[in-house]
């Protein structure tokens, strides 16, 4: 009785449904839906960039100026980040700055802003994209392998086995892994270049500390939701067709892994943008990780800020990304923002 | 019901080696720096050595001893992470609470800001506090507890919202508690196990992100070091003492792995239905047997005992016989074990569980081996109970219900549609071709058990075995489904092994009633004897108590059909 109550109310339309015009395309929605979270993300990053300067305790010119500067030095500085203007008026240039993609000066190198972030951009996005890539390839197969392998308590080794390994492989953080990948692979062996972009080997060591840690996670949370497929009633119906291995698991369990799977993956990717700044300092990897800590150690102020932004709307556009493949694989994800398996 | 926690053990070796290790961390920090703060911290001659008896590790490029070091930088780092975890954890009960306890209104606004902080790396928000605040410990402290702050407030405001519909907060509502109260007194008690196993987490997390803060260089600062620091202070000297690396490492992966195995122990044990029984199964060898002379059945089960491994007996020793176009129906209450020797002659245990007989067959074809594939998809057609679940969400239904067409026919994809749509057809479905292109979601339950019997005989089997196939249904749907099931056996005269806990349903469409409770046949009726109300054993006798007088049938239009369609 439960389940066709259950039923019944998937069937029915969402609560909110029919607010926006019932005449739209539901891809029209879904579109509008998401271009209006991306404009809230930006708002609110504007907002909260912007905030780092006035929120800066005591005489924000002051601490930018740095230790030991000078009165004249102090108000050079308070008029370089227009802090003599009121908090609104400071507001708004910064916000037109920022549609105009003029988002200032460094302090220490006089270079633009913009240019910073779109010279540095390439190498972060390189490192984390290799990485998010290898990452599912690696993923995705051993974690459904290692769950229809153990299915029903057969392999206890494997499960155990999987479980230690991948446990303590994740709690090794990326930073550490780097550090580890470099002594082994570069210093003792030489098989790679320790620090530095400048060949195309140096992706190697970077691109593997960045790996390990999210593949044993994502590998994880695949398992185990392989193992809650497995015991789904539709998957019993292809075995009761005699579909075969091959057809059953592709066709019956790994489309109903992917929406859990990437909502997940989804988080755990957009963390990587967080890894890829840590592990930049491993490799002196010249991507945005390794400028905003050094902008942050040298009060560099626009930098900080453009870089802060560049980074949230990266965020931003890989949680979106992953709605509209996931809405792509799967219309019925089109209603609503959060996804249930 | 929750299970008793004290029947499980507490103490498992993942518990004892995450505790130990915490144990000795704990007092490493208290007792390394008073110790070793001497070796770790004086400038000596003996730069850059390698590990030797006096210096485990070796000495760094100012003579420091790098074990030492390593050790005493434990404190801090201890106490870094358990000032950002506490922020997390205190702040995000906090705040979790304080959204169940305001009005919907603001309740959804926050959660739904929530969920969009959460989606966003931590380390982002920890960058901007950072940026605030210069470069210190307390700075990362700071940083990392605030940015834990989202993630904990929207797991305790979803489990208060959970916790808050038991039945003590309802009650303590109606008894004039004041909300306050009953958060803090009723319901984060009751929270308390699920925010432990969480705040492991945010331990753990805490503790990799602070050394991170470190290592970048945005925490701890010279001449004070902890894990982190270290770590980057070992990348200076990476050629000449490529050791110096070991002893942070090491440290921040124990401490880590530490917290993780309590919290995964914790969570264990929270959780019983992580462990699972084991059954070694082995096939047999034959694919076929022969029927001994003069048994003329199609299915024979003989001794047929099924059970959870180590665990009790489920079904004990039941045996019967289907003949061609004969209709047995399996019958009995719940957890009588019916449903689980239908599955058994379908071919379809579930893994877990540990089945013999001394015959299990279908034709000429060995269940209890593994049987030609495809002759068993084409030979059984199976029905299950909950349309609701049986096919593939992902998938439209033509590809599903066409799948034995096509992998065991060999059929082309659209010869496969167009025969399916035909057999869609034949059982009342309208626009048989549109729904071939829908959704499984966007059939009815009474629609998509029909399609799931007209895929069943588009092979025309020998058999069709059918687990309470209405059982699932509303009582005007059910009447349409078991419409079909008389069809087949008028016309195509397919032999059924259906199985019901309703006598009525089955009364008038079975040969052979077979009554199970407690995982035996009890007894066995012809369907004269059962319309003759000719039963002996008292459970029958109660089974058939439980049927609806059919006679006073109420005048209710929607009743009344279905009565007329099972008495006829």
Same mark, same amino acid.
């Given at each position: 009785m439960?389940?066709?109550?259950?039923?019944?109310?998937?069937?029915?339309?969402?609560?909110?449904?029919?607010?926006?015009?019932?005449?739209?395309?539901?891809?029209?929605?879904?579109?509008?839906?998401?271009?209006?979270?991306?404009?809230?993300?930006?708002?609110?990053?504007?907002?909260?960039?912007?905030?780092?300067?006035?929120?800066?305790?005591?005489?924000?010119?002051?601490?930018?100026?740095?230790?030991?500067?000078?009165?004249? @030095?102090?108000?050079?500085?308070? @008029?370089?980040?227009?802090?003599? @203007?009121?908090?609104?008026?400071?507001?708004?240039?910064?916000?037109?700055?920022?549609?105009?993609?003029?988002?200032?000066?460094?302090?220490?190198?006089?270079?633009?802003?913009?240019?910073?972030?779109?010279?540095?951009?390439?190498?972060?996005?390189?490192?984390?994209?290799?990485?998010?890539?290898?990452?599912?390839?690696?993923?995705?197969?051993?974690?459904?392998?290692?769950?229809?392998?153990?299915?029903?308590?057969?392999?206890?080794?494997?499960?155990?086995?999987?479980?230690?390994?991948?446990?303590?492989?994740?709690?090794?953080?990326?930073?550490?892994?780097?550090?580890?990948?470099?002594?082994?692979?570069?210093?003792?062996?030489?098989?790679?270049?320790?620090?530095?972009?400048?060949?195309?080997?140096?992706?190697?060591?970077?691109?593997?500390?960045?790996?390990?840690?999210?593949?044993?996670?994502?590998?994880?949370?695949?398992?185990?939701?392989?193992?809650?497929?497995?015991?789904?009633?539709?998957?019993?119906?292809?075995?009761?067709?005699?579909?075969?291995?091959?057809?059953?698991?592709?066709?019956?369990?790994?489309?109903?892994?992917?929406?859990?799977?990437?909502?997940?993956?989804?988080?755990?990717?957009?963390?990587?943008?967080?890894?890829?700044?840590?592990?930049?300092?491993?490799?002196?990897?010249?991507?945005?990780?390794?400028?905003?800590?050094?902008?942050?150690?040298?009060?560099?102020?626009?930098?900080?800020?453009?870089?802060?932004?560049?980074?949230?709307?990266?965020?931003?556009?890989?949680?979106?990304?992953?709605?509209?493949?996931?809405?792509?694989?799967?219309?019925?994800?089109?209603?609503?923002?959060?996804?249930?398996? | 019901?929750?299970?008793?926690?004290?029947?499980?053990?507490?103490?498992?070796?993942?518990?004892?080696?995450?505790?130990?290790?915490?144990?000795?961390?704990?007092?490493?920090?208290?007792?390394?720096?008073?110790?070793?703060?001497?070796?770790?911290?004086?400038?000596?001659?003996?730069?850059?050595?390698?590990?030797?008896?006096?210096?485990?590790?070796?000495?760094?490029?100012?003579?420091?001893?790098?074990?030492?070091?390593?050790?005493?930088?434990?404190?801090?780092?201890?106490?870094?992470?358990?000032?950002?975890?506490?922020?997390?954890?205190?702040?995000?009960?906090?705040?979790?609470?304080?959204?169940?306890?305001?009005?919907?209104?603001?309740?959804?606004?926050? =959660?739904?800001?929530?969920?969009?902080?959460?989606?966003?790396?931590?380390? &982002?928000?920890?960058? #901007?506090?950072?940026?605030?605040?210069?470069?210190?410990?307390?700075?990362?402290?700071?940083?990392?507890?605030?940015?834990?702050?989202?993630?904990?407030?929207?797991?305790?405001?979803?489990?208060?919202?959970?916790?808050?519909?038991?039945?003590?907060?309802?009650?303590?509502?109606?008894?004039?508690?004041?909300?306050?109260? &009953?958060?803090?007194?009723?319901?984060?008690?009751?929270?308390?196990?699920?925010?432990?196993?969480?705040?492991?987490?945010?331990?753990?997390?805490?503790?990799?992100? &602070?050394?991170?803060?470190?290592?970048?260089?945005?925490?701890?600062?010279?001449?004070?070091?902890?894990?982190?620091?270290?770590?980057?202070?070992?990348?200076?000297?990476?050629?000449?003492?490529?050791?110096?690396?070991?002893?942070?490492?090491?440290?921040?992966?124990?401490?880590?792995?530490?917290?993780?195995?309590?919290?995964?122990?914790?969570?264990?044990?929270?959780?019983?239905?992580?462990?699972?029984?084991?059954?070694?199964?082995?096939?047999?060898?034959?694919?076929?047997?022969?029927?001994?002379?003069?048994?003329?059945? =199609?299915?024979?089960?003989?001794?047929?005992?099924?059970?959870?491994?180590?665990?009790?007996? =489920?079904?004990?020793? #039941?045996?019967?016989?289907?003949?061609?176009?004969?209709?047995?129906?399996?019958?009995?209450?719940?957890?009588?074990?019916?449903?689980?020797?239908?599955?058994?002659?379908?071919?379809?245990?579930?893994?877990?569980?540990?089945?013999?007989?001394?015959?299990?067959?279908?034709?000429?074809?060995?269940?209890?081996?593994?049987?030609?594939?495809?002759?068993?998809?084409?030979?059984?057609?199976?029905?299950?109970?909950?349309?609701?679940?049986?096919?593939?969400?992902?998938?439209?239904?033509?590809?599903?219900?066409?799948? #034995?067409?096509?992998?065991?026919?060999?059929?082309?994809?659209?010869?496969?549609?167009?025969?399916?749509?035909?057999?869609?057809?034949? #059982?009342e479905?309208?626009?048989?071709?549109?729904?071939?292109?829908?959704?499984?979601?966007?059939?009815s339950?009474g629609?998509?058990?029909?399609?799931?019997?007209?895929?069943?005989?588009?092979?025309?089997?020998?058999?069709?075995?059918?687990?309470?196939?209405t059982t699932?249904l509303d009582v005007t749907v059910q009447a349409e489904v078991l419409r079909q099931f008389r069809r087949?056996?008028?016309?195509?005269?397919?032999?059924?092994?259906?199985?019901?806990?309703d006598l009525a349903v089955v009364e008038e469409l079975?040969?052979?009633?077979?009554?199970?409770?407690?995982?035996?046949?009890?007894?066995?009726?012809?369907?004269?004897?059962?319309r003759?109300?000719?039963?002996?054993?008292?459970?029958?006798?109660?089974?058939?108590?439980a049927i609806p007088a059919l006679d006073l049938a109420p005048a209710t239009v929607g009743a009344g059909t279905i009565f007329q369609e099972g008495t006829q």
């Open positions: 439960t389940a066709t109550i259950a039923t019944e109310a998937k069937r029915a339309p969402g609560p909110r449904a029919g607010r926006r015009g019932p005449g739209l395309h539901p891809w029209v929605r879904f579109g509008l839906r998401r271009l209006g979270g991306l404009l809230l993300s930006f708002a609110v990053l504007t907002i909260v960039t912007f905030l780092i300067v006035p929120l800066i305790p005591g005489d924000p010119a002051a601490v930018a100026a740095g230790d030991g500067a000078s009165a004249a @030095q102090i108000d050079r500085m308070r @008029q370089e980040l227009g802090l003599e @203007q009121p908090l609104l008026i400071q507001f708004v240039d910064y916000f037109r700055g920022i549609i105009t993609l003029d988002l200032g000066t460094s302090f220490i190198s006089g270079e633009e802003v913009s240019h910073v972030i779109f010279s540095r951009f390439p190498f972060t996005a390189q490192i984390a994209l290799l990485a998010i890539v290898l990452v599912l390839v690696i993923a995705v197969p051993a974690g459904m392998g290692v769950a229809i392998l153990t299915r029903g308590g057969r392999l206890p080794w494997l499960d155990h086995g999987f479980n230690v390994v991948t446990g303590f492989i994740y709690a090794v953080p990326q930073y550490v892994m780097g550090t580890l990948l470099v002594v082994v692979f570069a210093v003792t062996l030489g098989w790679f270049p320790a620090a530095g972009a400048a060949t195309l080997d140096s992706l190697v060591l970077p691109t593997a500390g960045l790996m390990f840690g999210p593949a044993c996670v994502i590998a994880r949370v695949v398992r185990r939701e392989t193992a809650v497929v497995l015991d789904k009633d539709y998957v019993r119906t292809a075995r009761g067709w005699r579909l075969g291995a091959a057809r059953t698991h592709l066709r019956y369990v790994l489309p109903n892994l992917i929406t859990t799977t990437l909502t997940l993956s989804g988080l755990i990717l957009a963390a990587q943008l967080g890894g890829a700044v840590v592990i930049e300092t491993v490799f002196a990897w010249p991507g945005l990780g390794q400028g905003i800590v050094n902008a942050i150690l040298q009060r560099d102020y626009p930098v900080i800020r453009g870089i802060i932004l560049v980074l949230g709307l990266l965020a931003t556009l890989i949680i979106i990304l992953v709605d509209v493949v996931l809405a792509v694989l799967d219309p019925r994800n089109l209603g609503g923002g959060s996804h249930d398996a | 019901m929750m299970p008793s926690p004290l029947t499980r053990r507490f103490w498992s070796p993942t518990m004892t080696a995450g505790v130990l290790i915490l144990a000795a961390l704990v007092l490493t920090a208290l007792f390394a720096p008073p110790l070793l703060r001497a070796d770790a911290d004086t400038l000596t001659g003996d730069a850059a050595l390698g590990p030797g008896p006096g210096h485990w590790l070796g000495t760094d490029d100012f003579g420091r001893d790098v074990l030492a070091r390593a050790l005493t930088a434990t404190r801090l780092t201890l106490a870094m992470t358990a000032g950002a975890a506490g922020i997390s954890v205190f702040a995000g009960t906090a705040i979790g609470l304080a959204i169940w306890l305001s009005t919907q209104r603001v309740r959804e606004a926050a =959660l739904r800001l929530l969920e969009t902080a959460v989606a966003y790396p931590s380390l &982002i928000f920890a960058l #901007v506090i950072a940026a605030i605040l210069e470069p210190s410990p307390t700075s990362a402290v700071l940083a990392i507890g605030i940015s834990g702050i989202p993630s904990f407030a929207r797991i305790t405001a979803n489990l208060a919202s959970s916790v808050s519909h038991s039945d003590y907060v309802v009650t303590a509502r109606l008894l004039g508690v004041s909300p306050l109260r &009953i958060a803090l007194r009723h319901m984060l008690p009751n929270m308390a196990e699920p925010l432990l196993i969480l705040s492991a987490t945010v331990f753990a997390l805490a503790l990799v992100e &602070i050394s991170a803060l470190s290592f970048i260089g945005l925490g701890v600062q010279s001449p004070d070091y902890d894990f982190g620091r270290l770590l980057n202070d070992s990348l200076d000297s990476l050629y000449t003492q490529p050791l110096t690396t070991v002893g942070p490492s090491a440290m921040i992966v124990l401490t880590g792995l530490s917290i993780m195995l309590v919290g995964d122990a914790m969570a264990a044990h929270a959780d019983p239905r992580g462990q699972r029984r084991r059954a070694v199964r082995k096939p047999e060898r034959n694919q076929t047997v022969a029927a001994p002379a003069g048994d003329t059945a =199609l299915v024979r089960v003989e001794n047929l005992r099924i059970s959870l491994p180590g665990g009790p007996e =489920l079904v004990k020793g #039941v045996s019967f016989g289907i003949e061609p176009g004969e209709v047995v129906a399996l019958v009995g209450e719940s957890g009588s074990g019916k449903s689980l020797t239908a599955m058994c002659v379908a071919g379809l245990p579930s893994d877990e569980l540990d089945v013999r007989a001394d015959t299990l067959r279908i034709g000429d074809m060995n269940l209890l081996a593994r049987p030609n594939r495809s002759r068993l998809a084409q030979d059984v057609g199976i029905i299950y109970q909950d349309p609701g679940s049986t096919f593939n969400p992902s998938l439209r239904l033509g590809g599903q219900l066409t799948e #034995v067409l096509r992998t065991h026919l060999k059929m082309g994809r659209r010869q496969a549609r167009r025969r399916m749509a035909e057999a869609l057809a034949s #059982v479905i309208t626009q048989p071709q549109q729904r071939l292109r829908q959704h499984p979601h966007e059939l339950g629609m998509r058990q029909r399609a799931m019997i007209a895929a069943s005989m588009a092979t025309k089997p020998k058999l069709l075995i059918a687990d309470e196939p699932a087949i056996h008028r016309h195509e005269g397919t032999a059924m092994l259906f199985i019901s806990h079975c040969d052979t009633v077979l009554v199970m409770r407690h995982g035996q046949i009890v007894e066995r009726l012809t369907a004269a004897q059962l003759q109300r000719e039963v002996t054993h008292p459970y029958t006798r109660s089974l058939l108590a």
